[in-house]
């Protein structure tokens, strides 16, 4: 029995799942895209609330749809080309700001735009937000443990 290997992607022949003749690996029809597109936003939804420990539904269109979903927040998801000006700011500010040694404070990144008044936005990590959550629910200062020796 001779072995079998899996074709590289490259040199395998594109077939668009629409059976649209002038769609191409490089150049998808726009139902491929949008395929592609509406798979990596339902991607980027289960990451999230796992993430976000929102319990699993009881039904599918409870899972698919963030405004279904029993959680301690309204969330919204956003993926790809969307929300990449957001990272790319996320990152030159987070860069701007090198941690101090020692200093263990999670980084947030604030937007102040025109004309909201003193309203904002607060952009910060997933890893750190269940962190932040737990902060903001026992005060803002960080628990100091008093010296024996001071008396």
């Known amino acids: 029995m001779p072995e079998v290997f899996p074709i590289p992607k490259a040199t395998r022949p594109w077939k668009c799942r629409f059976d649209n003749p002038t769609c191409l690996r490089n150049a998808k029809c726009p139902r491929c895209r949008g395929y592609a597109a509406r798979m990596k936003g339902q991607r980027k939804q289960r990451e999230a609330r796992k993430k976000f420990n929102v319990p699993v539904g009881h039904y599918w269109g409870e899972m698919a749809h963030e405004e279904a979903w029993r959680a301690w927040a309204r969330i ?76």
């Open 76 to 151: 919204e998801v956003k993926a790809g080309q969307q929300v990449k000006a957001i990272a790319t700011k996320y990152m030159a500010c987070e860069n701007q700001a090198p941690a101090i040694l020692g200093d263990l404070r999670p980084f947030v990144f604030i937007a102040m735009p025109d004309g909201w008044g003193s309203e904002g936005l607060a952009v910060v990590r997933l890893s750190v937000l269940a962190g932040l959550v737990e902060l903001a629910r026992h005060g803002s200062e960080p628990q100091q443990e008093e010296d024996p020796s001071s008396g």
